[in-house]
Structure formats: structure tokens, C-alpha cells
């Protein structure tokens, strides 16, 4: 079982902006893939660093634009590219 608030997400968001104001935030999907908290990072304004045409699809699904994403995954198949 995994425990988490939700309001957290958006407090260290708005810590981080704080603190590194010139930093962009990119939620690394593959740590958690829960649609709740994706859409929490999409409302507090990360991007996101996905590694699979799923993780990718399962964020764009929920709203987020492809330019605000990094497909990190150094392997990739030529569907991928």
C-alpha cells in the first residue's frame, strides 16, 4: 500500500519554484504511475520525464502537451523515434 497527500505535491512544487525559481520540474512517471498523482504534478505544473510510449500516452491522456515532457529512456525502439 502506498500512502501519500496529494496536497503535498503541490507544496514542494511551489518550494522548489521558491528556492530554484530558473529550475523547470519534470515528475519522473516511472517512480509512481498513479493517475492521481499525475494529474497533482499536471495542476501544480511539472512536466514530465517519461520512459515508455505509455507513460507518455498515460500523461497526455490526463492533459499534459508533449513539449512538456522528456522522453528519457536512452533506449529506443524506431516506433519510439
Known sequence: MIVYRLK???????????????????????????????KACLKAGTGFDVASTKEMNDCIELGAKPENMIFANPIKTKDQL
Open 8 to 38: 503535498n505535491i503541490q507544496e514542494r512544487v511551489d518550494l522548489w519554484n521558491k528556492v530554484l525559481p530558473r529550475v523547470n520540474i519534470f515528475y519522473a512517471t516511472k517512480c509512481l504511475q498513479d493517475g492521481e498523482v499525475l
